[in-house]
C-alpha cells in the first residue's frame, strides 16, 4: 500500500502545551541557581516507544547496485513481492528499483501494519522530503518516529499551542527584577565595547526564554520590536520547545534556532512566537553588514553605535571641510575603519591621531549604510517614497513624505532622523563645504535608499527621485521628523 504523502517520513514540526501550575514549581532565589522547568515528556517517551528500524538485507548479490546503497538494496521488485520480504514486521525496510520506472529508488518501510512505499532520492544524502540524512538507517529512524509520533498523538499535536509557556512565563516572571537588576548594574557606568560581558555572567545560565523577559522589563533597554531570525537547526541530545516546552522529535533538523538570540521552537512554534526578539551580543559577529534592527538591539543602543561615533567625529572637526562627504577617502583606509569597529565596536579608534582626513570617516559612514542587509529607507517603503517624489504639489509632497516616514522600522526611523539633523548642519557650514542639500542628497540617495530588485535601469530612473526624497528630508528635518 503506497503512502499517502512523503511529507510524513521527511518530518514535520508541531507545536505543543506546557501547563504546570506555577504553584507546584519551587524557583531558585537568584539567577544563577536557575533549573529548567519540568518540560512536558510526553512526546519524548513516544519518541523512546517508536519501532526501530530492521534491514532486510538482500541474499544475493544484485548487479548495477547504486554505490550509495548498501544490501537493504533488493534491485528490480514489484510492491508485492516487497511486501512479501518485509514478512509484517514493524519497522522493517528495504530498498528497490521500481519495475515501472527503472531508474527511480523506492524505499518500502512496514508500519501500522501496513508497507508504506516512498520515493527514494540522493544528491549526496538521502532523502524523501524536506529532510536529508547521512545514511538510509538515519532517514528511517528519523521516519519511523515521525510516524509513530504523529500517529499516536495527533489529537495532542493538534492542541499544542493553546497554552504555551511563552505567553505566561510563570517561572521566569520571578527572576525578572533580579536579571534585570543584574542587566542594568552599569547603566550609571561608561559603556564597554563588549556589553554583554557583564550580562552574560547572570543568564549564561539561564534559557533565551528568561532572558528575554528580563531584557523585555530592564529599564534601560531600547524596545524596538524585532523578528526572530529563524533558521532550521539540527539539535544534539535532546531539546525542548521554548514557546510551547514539549519535546522536539526525530534526528536531525527537528525545529528552528533564531540565529540572532538563540530562541529555540518548533517550526510550526515559530509560527506564534511574538516579534519580541532580543539579540544575544555572543551572536552578532560584526557590526557592518548586520541588520540595523539587530545591531541596535544587541547593542542596547538607540542608533547604531557607527552612526553616532561617526557623526560625532565628523561634527567635531569636519564641518568645514570642503566637499564633504562628496570628496572620497582612501579605500583601504576606510576598509581599516570597518574592521576597526567589527573587532573593536564602541572602543575603535578614528580619532585625528589615527585618521588626520576627515573624508575617510566619512567614506566609512557611507559604506555602514551601504552594507546593510536592508537599507535605512526600506525595500518595503522604498516604491512609496518614489511616488512621493513624483508629486509635483509642493506641500501634497511633502505630506506623502511624512506618511511613509511613518511605516519605517522605529530603529530605521531614528537612525534616519538623526542622520538628517546632522546632514542640515552640514549644509548650515555650506559656505566652507560647499554642500547644500541638493548635494548632499545627489551623495545618499543610492546610499540610503535601494529598489528591492536589483536591477541597473530601475535605479538609474530613479535616481533624480532618490536625490529628490534625501533633499527633502534634510530641508525639513524639523518639520518631519
Known amino acids: 500500500m503506497a503512502a499517502s504523502s512523503n511529507s510524513s517520513l521527511s518530518g514535520s514540526s508541531v507545536s505543543s502545551v506546557y501547563s504546570e501550575p506555577r504553584s507546584q514549581r519551587e524557583l531558585p532565589k537568584y539567577a544563577e541557581e536557575y533549573q529548567p522547568p519540568i518540560w512536558k515528556s510526553y512526546l519524548y517517551q513516544l519518541q523512546q516507544e517508536a519501532p526501530r528500524p530492521k534491514r532486510i538485507i538482500c541474499p544475493r548479490e544484485v548487479e548495477n547496485r547504486p554505490k550509495y546503497y548498501g544490501r537493504e538494496f533488493h534491485g528490480i521488485i514489484s510492491r508485492e513481492q516487497a511486501d512479501e520480504l518485509l514478512g509484517g514486521v514493524e519497522g522493517a525496510y528495504i530498498l528497490r528499483e521500481s519495475q515501472r520506472q527503472p531508474g527511480c529508488y523506492t524505499l518500502a518501510l512496514r508500519f501500522g501494519n501496513q508497507t508504506l512505499n516512498y520515493r527514494l532520492f540522493h544528491d549526496g544524502k538521502h532523502f524523501v522530503g524536506e529532510k536529508r540524512f547521512e545514511s538510509i538507517h538515519d532517514l528511517v529512524t528519523d521516519g519511523l518516529i515521525t510516524l509513530y509520533i504523529e500517529t499516536k498523538a495527533a489529537e495532542y499535536i493538534s492542541k499544542m499551542t493553546t497554552n504555551p509557556i511563552y505567553e505566561h ?165 576606510i576598509e581599516d575603519v570597518k574592521m576597526a569597529f567589527d573587532r573593536d565596536g564602541e572602543k575603535a579608534d578614528i580619532s585625528a591621531n589615527v585618521y588626520p582626513d576627515i573624508n575617510i570617516i566619512t567614506g566609512a559612514l557611507k559604506l555602514y549604510f551601504r552594507d546593510l542587509p536592508i537599507p535605512v529607507i526600506t525595500y518595503d517603503t522604498y516604491s512609496k517614497f518614489i511616488d512621493a517624489a513624483k508629486i509635483s504639489n509642493a506641500d501634497e509632497r511633502l505630506e506623502a513624505v511624512h506618511e511613509v516616514l511613518m511605516l519605517l522600522p522605529p530603529a530605521h526611523y531614528e537612525t534616519l532622523r538623526y542622520l538628517m539633523i546632522h546632514l542640515k548642519k552640514v549644509t548650515m557650514n555650506e559656505k566652507d563645504n560647499f554642500m547644500n542639500a541638493e548635494n548632499l542628497g545627489i551623495v545618499f540617495g543610492p546610499t540610503l535608499m535601494r529598489p528591492p530588485e536589483d536591477s541597473t535601469l530601475t535605479t538609474l530612473h530613479d535616481m533624480r527621485y532618490q536625490k529628490l526624497i534625501v533633499q527633502i528630508l534634510i530641508e525639513n528635518e524639523d518639520v518631519l521628523f
Not at 192 to 217: C, G, P, Q, Y
Not at 230 to 236: E, I, L, W
Open 169 to 333: 512565563i510563570g517561572y521566569a516572571t520571578l527572576l525578572r527584577e533580579k536579571v534585570s537588576r543584574k542587566l542594568s548594574k552599569s547603566k550609571n557606568e561608561p559603556r564597554k565595547t563588549n556589553v554583554t560581558h557583564e550580562e552574560h555572567t547572570a543568564v549564561d545560565k539561564i534559557s533565551s526564554l528568561v532572558r528575554r523577559a528580563a531584557l523585555t522589563h530592564n529599564d534601560n533597554h531600547f524596545n524596538y520590536e524585532k523578528t526572530h531570525n529563524f533558521k532550521v537547526h539540527t539539535f544534539r541530545g535532546p531539546h525542548w520547545c521554548e514557546y510551547c516546552a514539549n519535546f522536539m522529535w526525530g534526528l536531525i533538523a527537528q525545529g528552528v534556532r533564531c540565529s540572532d538570540c538563540g530562541l529555540n521552537v518548533h517550526k510550526q512554534c515559530s509560527k506564534h512566537v511574538p516579534n519580541d526578539c532580543q539579540p544575544d551580543l555572543k551572536r552578532i559577529k560584526k557590526v557592518y553588514c548586520c541588520d540595523l534592527t539587530t545591531l541596535v538591539k544587541a547593542h542596547n543602543t538607540q542608533r547604531p553605535m557607527v552612526v553616532d561615533i561617526c557623526i560625532r567625529e565628523i561634527e567635531a572637526r569636519g564641518l568645514k571641510s570642503e566637499g564633504l562627504y562628496r570628496v572620497s577617502g582612501f579605500t583601504e583606509h
